[in-house]
């Protein structure tokens, strides 16, 4: 069993910056694949980012190219999430997920292990 906690998250103006952190128990985390989604009030959650387990490839929504960077340190069995210029419409409880397997790439991607999530609110 893999078990994740975010942290980082917070109140920040717009065009501030945050790291959020996914830190991983357990003997598999340079297996697995993870994901940073986000989920706002009324809406879905959608996908943002994710890190494959074996070459680090790393996949981004279209909404967040260019200002937020994934990346992974499996001898900390750490995540992170660098957002920069963050905007209003970047609010929301931040999940990170972990599978074994391909990193994911949408918002429905299936994933093995879930973390409690952290809210980021950017205001304007």
């Known amino acids: 069993q893999v078990q994740l906690v975010e942290s980082g998250g917070g109140l920040v103006q717009a065009g501030g910056s945050l790291r959020l952190s996914c830190a991983a128990s357990?003997?598999?985390?340079?297996?697995?694949?993870v994901g940073w989604f986000r989920q706002a009030p009324g809406k879905e959650r959608e996908f943002v980012a994710s890190?494959?387990?074996?070459?680090?490839?790393?996949y981004y929504a279209d909404s967040v190219k260019g200002r937020f960077t994934i990346s992974r340190v499996n001898a900390e069995n750490t995540t992170y999430l660098q957002m920069n210029n963050l905007k209003p419409e970047d609010t929301a409880v931040y999940y990170c997920?972990?599978?074994?397997?391909?990193?994911?790439?949408?918002?429905?991607?299936?994933?093995?292990?879930w973390g409690k999530g952290t809210l980021v609110t950017v205001s304007s």
């Open positions: 890190v494959h387990w074996n070459d680090d490839s790393t």
């Open positions: 997920g972990a599978r074994f397997g391909g990193p994911p790439r949408d918002g429905k991607s299936g994933m093995n292990f």
């Open positions: 357990g003997r598999f985390f340079s297996t697995l694949s």
